[in-house]
């Protein structure tokens, strides 16, 4: 690694890659140190939405990624067999009147390697320990007594962030109580290809999504989801959950995994010389698939924020960067908590739910309102 540098990122997932390559093709010195000693090559966050492809423009990413991936115009709430609410993305006012179905993993690879074309690479396995900060700059120490003197630190470490913890900025919220299974799977049946599912269910939620190379993405809320789900388990849930008519048929489990959701959010964006972004500044349900999307729009912003203060001299980008964008990861976990609560409502209520989600679809502005809040174009 550099031992000085005009930014130091911590993290090289999406975001920090994203704020990267922002800051490398403005003409700075930039540092990525991740504490993997490889990318992931697990596809985790499959959702890109249309407000991302458009922020990721100047990036020079947004063509590979949308060569790359599924177009799918329609995402739609359901209860088993039943249409709740059916969202149409294919007139929306953007260049990308869909969300994008890649992998993860495909993302990284598409911005890691714009990110060494453009002569970047990132320094791994390398886990910071320390993160010291004055009025001219911040240093961060490793776990091998390394050290990098940068003008400013990006925490793009997640929502476990060691910068976070390091200059003592609060992360308030709370942990839903069920866990979440996720799994790559092989179908038959009655999935479309080319569409995005929800299924409420008393329950838990389930989204089945396709991805890239004929598999789809299952998510699903469970009370203890186990380490790795299996064909039986995820057959088990889309028969619960799932379409009626016609029954969908679990073939393969190509990757699969669980997790806890947290709702929270990071108190402040910035300490001084140190500024958050991603899952390090907020973390939510995946319910509407808005997580990474949050956290790559995180990044375009800091990006240019971060240029503009190191041109300038003067942090007030920075301020401006995080009023922006907290008013905004606020949201995000409000939205997707009201899916969530929605989603896992009584049983006794369910029938109520239904009726208000079908009433409400009828009127084309809330159709409209929830395809632009689900797109990310609302945050324009």
């Not at 003409?27 to 991740?34: K, P």
């Not at 016609?246 to 806890?260: A, D, T, Y």
Request: hydrophobic share 45%.
């Amino acid at each position: 690694m550099n031992v000085t540098t005009d930014v130091l990122v911590i993290g090289a997932g999406p975001t920090g890659l994203a704020v990267a390559v922002s800051l490398v093709q403005q003409g700075f010195d930039v540092t990525i140190a991740d504490d993997q000693a490889e990318g992931d090559n697990t596809s985790r966050a499959a959702v890109v939405h249309a407000r991302t492809l458009e922020v990721l423009e100047p990036l020079g990413v947004t063509k590979k990624m949308t060569g790359l991936g599924i177009h799918s115009p329609r995402f739609t709430i359901r209860d088993r067999d039943r249409v709740l609410v059916p969202v149409d993305f294919s007139r929306l006012p953007t260049p990308y009147p869909y969300t994008l179905m890649i992998s993860q993993a495909d993302t990284e690879r598409i911005l890691l390697d714009r990110f060494e074309e453009l002569g970047g690479r990132v320094a791994r396995p390398y886990r910071v320990v320390a993160v010291e900060q004055d009025a001219e700059g911040a240093t961060a120490t490793f776990a091998d007594g390394s050290q990098v003197r940068a003008g400013y630190l990006v925490g793009a470490d997640g929502m476990h962030s060691t910068v976070r913890e390091q200059v003592g900025i609060g992360f308030t919220g709370g942990t839903y109580a069920e866990s979440f299974s996720l799994a790559d799977v092989r179908l038959s049946g009655g999935v479309p290809a080319d569409e995005v599912e929800l299924f409420f269910s008393p329950d838990g939620l389930v989204v089945v999504a396709p991805l890239p190379g004929g598999t789809f993405r299952i998510v699903a809320t469970v009370e203890e989801a186990p380490e790795l789900p299996d064909v039986a388990f995820v057959q088990r849930l889309l028969d619960a959950r799932g379409p009626v008519k016609e029954r969908v048929v679990v073939e393969e489990v190509v990757w699969g995994s669980r997790f806890r959701v947290h709702h929270r959010v990071a108190d402040a964006y910035r300490s001084g010389r140190v500024v958050l972004a991603g899952d390090a500044a907020h973390v939510h349900s995946p319910a509407g698939g808005q997580g990474m999307n949050a956290g790559l729009q995180d990044a375009a912003a800091l990006g240019e924020a971060l240029g503009q203060a190191l041109r300038s001299g003067s942090a007030a980008p920075l301020d401006a960067y995080a009023a922006a964008r907290r008013p905004v990861a606020e949201q995000v976990v409000a939205f997707a908590g009201r899916l969530t609560a929605l989603a896992t409502v009584n049983r006794r209520l369910r029938p109520l739910r239904n009726i208000a989600l079908r009433c409400l679809a009828v009127l084309p502005p809330f159709r409209r309102k929830l395809a632009w809040r689900l797109s990310g174009l609302v945050y324009r």
